[in-house]
Every structure is written in C-alpha cells, then in structure tokens.
C-alpha cells in the first residue's frame, strides 16, 4: 500500500473524528438545561372501580350464631336496608373483610313479633371470636367493644369509614322499646378487629 | 455500518412456539420473534404497536405480518438483569420489594387497558436497570407450553397452554408478591392479597391490577416510589434498525443466509410499512368507526416516534454530519483500496443502485433519515420521563385543578405559569392535580418537540394554546378542546363536590364538541346537552351504561362507579369528522352513610331484660337463702363440737 493511500486514511480518520465531535458538541449545549419533573400524566379512558369479596356467612359461637349474610343497600329514606328475614345485611356500598375501613353488618333483633337472628348479639362478649366466610374462605375476628348507643347520638359516620384499620362492625337495635313508634332507641355496636 | 458491526443469529424458543432472530451493533441488541401464521391476529398487532408507548413495557419497535402471513415484532433485548439476578444475590428488602411488585402491577394495569395482556408474567420477565423497571414480553404470552420456572407463576387455567387474560396476570402478580414474602413477615393484608388473587376461579380474584398495586401500596411503610416504570427511548433502536436494513441490502453473503430474508422481512421493509401505515391511517378512519382513534392515534405516535416530530437541527450541524459521513465513507473506502479497487467500486455502485430500487420512499424518507441520524445523538441525553398511569381517581379533598387535553390528534408540551410541566402531552389524556391553592395561572400548549425549553419564554414558535385562567375555592377541571368555530379554547368547569345520597354516584358529562348539541343515554335516561353545557346525574353505584350520539358517530361505554364516586365525562371533537372523543376524571369521597339502622320492631327484646329481673332476684334471693342456711348449720355444728 503506498504512502499516499496511508496519509489519505489516516487524515480521513482523523477528519470525520474531528466532525463528529463539533457535531455532537453543539448537541450537548442545546439539550442541556434545568432538570424538571413531569406531572404524571393518566388516560381518559374511563376507569373501572369495582369491586370486592363478599361476605357470605357469619358465625359467632359465643352465642350459637350462624346466618347467611346477603348484599344490602339502603331503603327508600336512606336508612340500612336490614333484611326482613333470618338473613343477615351486609351494607355492599361500604367495604369488605380483607379491605380497608369498617365492613358493615346488620340485622334484626326482632321483626313483625319473631326474634331476629341478631336477638341474642346482646350476649357477645369482649375477646369472643367471630368468623366471617367469603368466596375466597374465612377471616376471623375478636370482639373489642360492645356499645350500646342512642340512635340520636350514633357515630355513623366512624361505623361506616371506607379508611383507616381493618374493622367488623355487627349492628342491631337495642334500649328501650318505643311502642308507638315500633322502634327502639338504641343500636347496639358490635366492633371486632382481624385476628 | 461496516459489517463486523453487525451481526446476528437465529434461536428458537419454544416457549411460545415462535422464532427469534437476533440481530444486534456495538451498543444494542434486537430481538425479532416471528411467526406461525395465525398466533396473532390484526388486532393483535394493533395492540402490540400501542405497547411501544406504555412506561414499564419493553417496547415493540416493529410488528406487523411478513409476505407469508406470519406475525412478527422486533423488540430491544435488554440488557438488563432480571429479577431472578436480584433474588439470587438478596439485593432487595422488604420494602423494596413491594415497590417492585406495585410498580410490576401499574404497569400491568397500563397495559390490560390497552386491551394487551402478558400471559406468562414471572420474575423472567422483569427487567431492573438501577430503579427503572422494565416487564418484557407484554402481548406475546398466546400458545405454546411454557419451561418450569414459569409455570409456577402461571393460572392454573394456562398452565398447559398459555392464555393471556388480565385474570391470569393477576394470578401472576399474587404469585410474585407470594415468592417475594416467602422469607419476609408479610402484613395479614398481603397474605390476604395473595390468597385472593391466586384463587383458582378467575372471577374471584382482585378486578383489576390497579386494585392489587393499590392495596400492596398501603403496605409500603415508605411511600415514596422507590422504582418506577422505566422508558427505553426508541430512537436509539432506530440506528440499528437502519443499519440492520443497509447492510442487508447491500451485502449478497448475508443476504442469501439471513433467516429474515427467508421470511421475508427486510428492516427497509419495516420503515416502509411504517410509512406505509402512517400515510394510510386516515383510510382506516374512513373504513373502521371503531378502531379510528386507536389508529389515528397509532398513527401519530409512530410518526412522532419515527420523524415528522423530531427536532430540526441547525444548517451547521446537518453541514458537519454530512461532513462527518462523507469522511467516514471515504476512511472505508480507502481501507479498502487494494489491487481489486475496481471491482470494489463497481460492487458499490451496485449497492447505491439497489438502495435506489429496493426503497419505496424518495428524498423526503432520506430527509427524514437525515435528520433522524441527527436526532439519534441527542436521543442519548434523554432526561424526561412521563408516568403513564391508567384510570386514577383523586380524592376530592386533592383534587385541585385537572387539565384535560380534548384537542383532536395534537400532542402537545405543556407550561405552566411559564414552566414545562408535561412533555407530549396526547390527545384524551388527563392530568392533576396540578395546584390546589386558589389563584390565578397562565396555561400554554405547544406542539410537541423532542426537547422542549423548561421556560415557555424560551419558546421559539407559536402557541397552539395560551390562556389564562383563575381557580376559586374548588375543585376545577379545564379542557383544551376545539370550539364550534374551530378555535382552540380553554374551558374551566366547576365540580359539584357535595355528597351524593348513600349508595350513589355522580356522573356529569360536558359537551365541548363542535356539534351545536349531542345525545346523552345514561342507563335509561335519555337527554341532550347543547354546546359548551353540562349534565349532572345521581346514578346508582355499580354499572352505569353510557351512550353519546351525535352526528355520524356514537360512542358508548360502561361506567363502573363505586358509592360516592364522581365521573367527570368530556366529550370533544368533531362528529363530522368523526373525532369525537371522550376523557374521564374521576374523583372519590363524595360518599355518606345511611341515617340510621331500624332494625327491630316488636320490643321482645325488652320483654326479655324484663322477664329477666324477676328470675335474676328470685334467684339471687334463694342463693342468699341457702347461703344463710349453711352458715347456720355450720355455726350450729361448731358449738355442738365444744360443748
């Protein structure tokens, strides 16, 4: 190879080296600049929030209790839309065991001259466990409290959070019987806690 | 590129029953998967094609089917380790892990609303580049029979025969948090979270993987993302692809022996598709109502990731590139030079003639080239990444101001009061809360440009949009539409915060359409919004089927609200054109409890306390009595005794 073919080359090289860099040089200057934090950025789309287990039987063998538990809303006032029947409510629009806040369940204490199937909750007593079956299989619970309120003064708002410490809350009515109003005063508050 | 810069090999893998040809540079690595015919649909390849645009999801560069009908895509082999590298070595604590598995279940979740599953989702696929994460192989998991260490992360319902499902990934995600728990004392919340999503019945695992990311971030004692979804930036592929493509056209030996020609796929054949596609897409629109946007939105994404948004550089600098490659050819040139110099210069003219030939584009292609060869450098110094997040709700104690981007087709920058706050900002995406302080803020929207200045006074061009804007006391959404005049407006829309009845929902929808009114079914419930007006609705918490008809086109869609949610819906765009469109804010905390809890009626319970008293005195009084009476006898038998 002749000497010319070896000086070509090697100033070629040299050369194109040379460009390279001057091009990327300017390059490095443009894009340089103050670093800064992108808001996060979500689709449009619509979302989808559903939805959670559901709870399907309740079991305090304290009191000898095992009922079906049944997926309930509110009735045509607002008011916890408890099953007429042996059946026990679960409030669907609150949360559910495994999730966060208070899983809410009622159920009568008495209803048209029959003992409800929440007559004797009365009886459940602090440290009694408490067994809730869902599709997924079973949760246990220990009782913490059991409070009687005047309806006029219950905390439903706490009873019904959708945050905060996982919760059990079992309601029925309680006190003092009003006979013309055919109700009682009171709500009795069952609150257990995961095991 | 010279030809020991390139090289490739072929591998089969089995596990999807797909080939994979390798092809790779100095710096990256490319991996082809192809065929058989009929494992993807075209469907299937539209999705994948969206991938490449989700953080956290190893991007599909290329897919499309070969002349032959076989599937194929070619994406980056990362070099990465997988997560396998870091539970080997014990790198990742506890708290670590959960970040890594909430970040693996976002982007899942990114994914499954784009309609893309994974199927085959296992520590294999995770790949972690410092705290950047990356799931490979997102859309790929259809046929074949997966190796052991997948099957283990696998629904049992594809065990056998891979099924991707966003169940199965759920599945797959539970397994992962399980194998990552395995020497860490989980909260009860995440052993419950495990049992619920490997259930063996689909239906009874977590709805959605924003559901199961959300309940491990609830475990995280750190809230702060230790990992994020990561970006790989494209263009750096593009070189290789480009180089790929020269290579093969201009070399016979590795013409004649290359498995891609034999399937025939050229990478020039992938830019010209690419092309290809981009010109045709607004056929598409004409053809399919229902796939329109997501093409014309493909479209536009591809165009930007490939060249017409790229940023232009100066007369020097493109003056010193060409320079610089003209030198380098020359530099090849005379390394070459030897006693064969003739024939090689008449291989080369050979080359350039079929370079002529075999390219479908002209000058404009070799334009953009150019300047994609330029921008490549600058792709090096990417420094901003969006988060892509899917179907967040806000709480309305957060929720501030929203902006949501109704402009048809533009991606856009975004300022705020003067500063860069999004970079490519897509047409239906959402963002916020920006500010929660009431006040008053200036908004600008640019065309999207690769690196867009930090200060919007930096700006060289034009605003598509600059608007000022004044946030009172409450939540506020604004929408960047195009008005009934074909200007582009800003729009503030108030929220009605106050709580809806238990077990209810609110859903206003916000007509920013050109169309003087458009149609609104909401389950039932038919009505019309006219232009610029909104609709408010109570609705039962659950599913809520929604339906908007203007005219030419309708859309519909199923709201899944839960008690005390709000659906802010926009509607925007032109129903003569056929882009119309719909963006959703969702917000929570709207919800109230019940008034009370009757339940009871007959006062039996009291009856009983108040039998109950008798019987308590009564007994008590016999216990006092019997009692008294052995104390008795027993005082009676000690004084017998000493008497």
Same mark, same amino acid.
């Not at chain 2, 390849?45 to 645009?53: G, M």
């Not at chain 2, 049992?195 to 750190?222: C, D, G, M, Q, Y």
């Given at each position: 190879?002749?000497?010319?073919?070896?000086?070509?080359?090697?100033?070629?090289? $040299?050369?194109?080296?040379?460009?390279?860099?001057?091009?990327?040089?300017?390059?490095?200057?443009?894009?340089?600049?103050?670093?800064?934090?992108?808001?996060?950025?979500?689709?449009?789309?619509?979302?989808?929030?559903?939805?959670?287990?559901?709870?399907?039987? *309740?079991?305090?063998?304290?009191?000898?209790?095992?009922?079906?538990?049944?997926?309930?809303?509110?009735?045509?006032?607002?008011?916890?839309?408890?099953?007429?029947?042996?059946?026990? /409510?679960?409030?669907?629009?609150?949360?559910?065991?495994?999730?966060?806040?208070?899983?809410?369940?009622?159920?009568?204490?008495?209803?048209?001259?029959?003992?409800?199937?929440?007559?004797?909750?009365?009886?459940?007593?602090?440290?009694?466990?408490?067994?809730?079956?869902?599709?997924?299989?079973?949760?246990?619970?220990?009782?913490?409290?059991?409070?009687?309120?005047?309806?006029?003064?219950?905390?439903?708002?706490?009873?019904?959070?959708?945050?905060?410490?996982?919760?059990?809350?079992?309601?029925?009515?309680?006190?003092?019987?009003?006979?013309? %109003?055919?109700?009682? @005063?009171?709500?009795?508050?069952?609150? $257990?806690?995961?095991? | 590129?010279?030809?020991?810069?390139?090289?490739?090999?072929?591998?089969?893998?089995?596990?999807?029953?797909?080939?994979?040809?390798?092809?790779?540079?100095?710096?990256?690595?490319?991996?082809?998967?192809?065929?058989?015919?009929?494992?993807?649909?075209?469907?299937?390849?539209?999705?994948?094609?969206?991938?490449?645009?989700?953080?956290?999801?190893?991007?599909?560069?290329?897919?499309?089917?070969?002349?032959?009908?076989?599937?194929?895509?070619?994406?980056?082999?990362?070099?990465?380790?997988?997560?396998?590298?870091?539970?080997?070595?014990?790198?990742?604590?506890?708290?670590?892990?959960?970040?890594?598995?909430?970040?693996?279940? =976002?982007?899942?979740? /990114?994914?499954?609303?784009?309609?893309?599953?994974?199927?085959?989702?296992?520590?294999?696929?995770?790949?972690?580049?410092?705290?950047?994460?990356?799931?490979?192989?997102?859309?790929?998991?259809?046929?074949?029979?997966?190796? %052991?260490?997948?099957?283990?992360?696998? +629904?049992?319902?594809?065990?056998?025969?891979?099924?991707?499902?966003?169940?199965?990934?759920?599945?797959?995600?539970?397994?992962?948090?399980?194998?990552?728990?395995?020497? !860490?004392?989980?909260?009860?919340?995440?052993?419950?979270?495990?049992?619920?999503?490997?259930?063996?019945?689909?239906?009874?695992?977590?709805?959605?993987?924003?559901?199961?990311?959300?309940?491990?971030? !609830?475990?995280?004692?750190?809230?702060?993302?230790?990992?994020?979804?990561?970006?790989?930036?494209?263009?750096?592929?593009?070189?290789?692809?480009?180089?790929? +493509?020269?290579?093969?056209?201009?070399?016979?030996?590795?013409?004649?022996?290359?498995?891609?020609?034999?399937?025939?796929?050229?990478?020039?054949?992938?830019? #010209?598709?690419?092309?290809?596609? =981009?010109?045709?897409?607004?056929?598409?629109?004409?053809?399919?109502?229902?796939?329109?946007?997501?093409?014309?939105?493909?479209?536009?994404?591809?165009?930007?990731?490939?060249?017409?948004?790229?940023?232009?550089?100066?007369?020097?600098?493109?003056?010193?590139?060409?320079? +610089?490659?003209?030198?380098?050819?020359?530099?090849?040139?005379?390394?070459?030079?030897?006693?064969?110099?003739?024939?090689?210069?008449?291989?080369?003219? @050979?080359?350039?003639?079929?370079?002529?030939?075999?390219?479908?584009?002209?000058?404009?292609? &070799?334009? $953009?080239?150019?300047?994609?060869?330029?921008?490549?450098?600058?792709?090096?110094?990417?420094?901003?990444?969006?988060?892509?997040?899917?179907?967040?709700?806000?709480?309305?104690?957060?929720?501030?101001?929203?902006?949501?981007?109704?402009?048809?087709?533009?991606?856009?920058?975004?300022?705020?009061?003067?500063?860069?706050?999004?970079?490519?900002?897509?047409?239906?995406?959402?963002?916020?809360?920006?500010?929660?302080?009431?006040?008053?803020?200036?908004?600008?929207?640019?065309? #999207?440009?690769?690196?867009?200045?930090?200060?919007?006074?930096? =700006?060289?061009?034009?605003?598509?949009?600059?608007?000022?804007?004044?946030?009172?006391?409450?939540?506020?959404?604004?929408? #960047?539409?195009?008005?009934?005049?074909?200007?582009?407006?800003?729009?503030?829309?108030?929220?009605?915060?106050?709580?809806?009845?238990? /077990?209810?929902?609110?859903?206003?929808?916000?007509?920013?359409?050109?169309?003087?009114?458009?149609?609104? *079914?909401?389950?039932? !419930?038919?009505?019309?919004?006219?232009?610029?007006?909104?609709?408010?609705?109570?609705?039962? +918490?659950?599913?809520?089927?929604?339906?908007?008809?203007?005219?030419?086109?309708?859309?519909?869609?199923?709201?899944?609200?839960?008690?005390?949610?709000?659906?802010?819906?926009?509607?925007?765009?032109?129903?003569?054109?056929?882009?119309?469109?719909?963006?959703?804010? =969702?917000?929570?905390?709207?919800?109230? &409890?019940?008034?009370?809890?009757?339940?009871?009626?007959?006062?039996?319970?009291?009856?009983?306390?108040?039998?109950?008293?008798?019987?308590?005195?009564?007994?008590?009084?016999?216990?006092?009595?019997?009692?008294?009476?052995?104390?008795?006898?027993?005082?009676?038998?000690?004084?017998?005794?000493?008497?």
């Amino acid at each position: 190879m002749s000497l010319v073919k070896h000086i070509v080359r090697v100033t070629s090289g $040299a050369l194109a080296c040379i460009c390279f860099l001057a091009a990327w040089i300017p390059v490095q200057v443009e894009t340089a600049g103050p670093e800064f934090e992108s808001f996060a950025v979500r689709s449009g789309e619509i979302g989808n929030s559903n939805i959670k287990s559901t709870p399907k039987i *309740l079991k305090i063998s304290g009191i000898n209790l095992n009922a079906v538990i049944t997926p309930v809303g509110v009735d045509k006032d607002n008011a916890f839309d408890v099953p007429s029947s042996d059946l026990v /409510g679960w409030y669907q629009y609150g949360s559910s065991p495994g999730s966060f806040g208070s899983t809410v369940l009622a159920a009568h204490v008495d209803y048209a001259g029959v003992e409800g199937i929440f007559f004797n909750l009365q009886k459940v007593k602090v440290g009694q466990t408490i067994t809730i079956e869902t599709e997924l299989g079973y949760t246990e619970y220990k009782v913490s409290a059991v409070k009687s309120y005047e309806k006029t003064g219950l905390p439903i708002n706490e009873l019904f959070t959708k945050s905060g410490p996982e919760k059990l809350q079992l309601i029925t009515c309680d006190g003092e019987f009003d006979k013309i %109003d055919r109700s009682y @005063k009171n709500n009795l508050v069952v609150t $257990a806690i995961p095991v | 590129m010279a030809k020991e810069n390139l090289s490739q090999s072929e591998q089969t893998k089995n596990w999807f029953g797909m080939t994979q040809i390798i092809l790779e540079d100095k710096k990256n690595k490319l991996g082809v998967t192809i065929g058989p015919v009929g494992v993807w649909d075209q469907d299937h390849i539209d999705k994948l094609k969206i991938a490449s645009e989700l953080a956290g999801i190893n991007p599909v560069i290329d897919c499309d089917f070969t002349a032959d009908g076989k599937p194929y895509a070619a994406v980056p082999l990362l070099g990465y380790p997988n997560l396998n590298k870091f539970l080997e070595k014990k790198d990742l604590n506890w708290d670590q892990k959960l970040h890594l598995v909430e970040t693996c279940a =976002r982007i899942l979740e /990114g994914a499954h609303k784009k309609g893309l599953t994974h199927g085959a989702f296992c520590p294999e696929q995770i790949f972690i580049n410092n705290k950047e994460v990356f799931i490979d192989g997102i859309g790929f998991g259809t046929g074949g029979t997966p190796p %052991d260490s997948v099957s283990k992360f696998l +629904a049992p319902e594809n065990t056998s025969n891979i099924t991707a499902s966003e169940s199965a990934d759920i599945f797959s995600l539970g397994k992962l948090l399980e194998v990552l728990s395995e020497d !860490e004392e989980a909260p009860r919340s995440l052993k419950r979270l495990i049992t619920w999503s490997t259930s063996e019945n689909p239906e009874a695992r977590p709805p959605s993987a924003l559901e199961f990311a959300s309940i491990v971030k !609830e475990s995280l004692s750190k809230k702060d993302p230790y990992f994020q979804a990561g970006y790989i930036a494209i263009s750096e592929y593009e070189e290789l692809i480009k180089t790929s +493509a020269e290579s093969l056209d201009k070399n016979d030996e590795i013409t004649e022996q290359d498995s891609i020609k034999q399937n025939d796929i050229s990478f020039a054949d992938l830019k #010209a598709k690419q092309e290809a596609r =981009r010109v045709s897409s607004t056929l598409v629109q004409e053809t399919d109502e229902d796939l329109e946007v997501v093409h014309s939105n493909q479209a536009e994404n591809i165009s930007s990731k490939f060249s017409d948004n790229e940023p232009k550089r100066g007369f020097l600098l493109k003056a010193l590139g060409v320079a +610089a490659v003209l030198l380098a050819i020359t530099f090849f040139i005379s390394s070459q030079l030897n006693d064969e110099d003739d024939n090689n210069l008449a291989l080369d003219q @050979k080359t350039s003639e079929t370079e002529a030939s075999s390219s479908p584009s002209t000058e404009k292609e &070799a334009t $953009a080239k150019d300047t994609k060869q330029s921008d490549d450098v600058s792709g090096d110094s990417e420094e901003f990444k969006n988060t892509l997040i899917n179907s967040s709700v806000v709480d309305i104690a957060d929720a501030g101001l929203q902006i949501v981007h109704g402009i048809p087709e533009t991606e856009v920058d975004v300022y705020f009061d003067d500063e860069l706050i999004i970079k490519g900002f897509s047409s239906g995406d959402v963002v916020g809360p920006i500010v929660n302080e009431p006040g008053e803020y200036k908004i600008g929207f640019y065309k #999207a440009e690769e690196n867009p200045p930090v200060a919007q006074s930096d =700006r060289k061009d034009s605003a598509v949009l600059d608007s000022n804007l004044k946030m009172v006391d409450e939540p506020v959404s604004v929408i #960047a539409f195009v008005d009934s005049f074909g200007n582009i407006s800003l729009n503030s829309t108030s929220t009605i915060v106050s709580d809806v009845a238990p /077990g209810k929902s609110r859903v206003m929808v916000h007509n920013y359409t050109t169309e003087n009114s458009i149609e609104v *079914l909401l389950n039932d !419930e038919s009505f019309n919004i006219t232009n610029g007006a909104s609709s408010v609705s109570e609705v039962a +918490a659950g599913n809520t089927i929604l339906e908007i008809r203007a005219e030419n086109q309708t859309l519909s869609d199923e709201i899944s609200l839960l008690d005390g949610e709000l659906s802010n819906i926009f509607i925007y765009g032109s129903g003569k054109n056929k882009s119309i469109n719909l963006s959703e804010i =969702r917000l929570s905390g709207l919800d109230s &409890a019940p008034i009370g809890i009757p339940s009871g009626d007959s006062g039996l319970l009291e009856k009983s306390k108040n039998q109950d008293i008798p019987a308590i005195k009564i007994g008590g009084l016999l216990f006092i009595l019997v009692a008294t009476g052995l104390v008795l006898r027993r005082n009676t038998r000690v004084k017998n005794e000493f008497s």
